[in-house]
């Protein structure tokens, strides 16, 4: 446990952090898998910048590495193409 003053806000904020986080990681995977399952190709292609906007986005805050987010932008592309 924390036992100086600096290191309970440390630990308050780091809560905080994790919260903000698991939001935004979350909100990008549910759009994924959203644009995955979406049945016409040409929505597909039309949501596909803001889909990638928001995996650079994480990657930018450091919630994912920038190596998985341009591996999951990669994928996500290749499926999209390939259903075309």
């Known amino acids: 446990m924390a036992n100086t003053r600096n290191a309970k806000k440390a630990a308050r904020k780091a ?3 994790r919260l903000y986080n698991r939001y935004y990681a979350k909100t990008t ?14 929505v597909q292609k039309e ?12 990657a930018k ?3 994912i590495h ?3 987010a ?15």
Request: proline residues 0%.
């Open 15 to 17: 809560v905080k952090r």
């Open 29 to 42: 995977r549910n759009a994924v898998k959203t644009i995955l399952n979406e049945g016409d190709n040409n």
């Open 47 to 58: 949501k596909l910048a803001s889909v990638i906007s928001l995996v650079d986005k994480l």
């Open 61 to 63: 805050r450091n919630i």
């Open 66 to 68: 920038k190596n998985k």
């Open 70 to 84: 341009s591996n999951m932008k990669s994928k996500l592309m290749k499926k999209i193409l390939k259903a075309a």
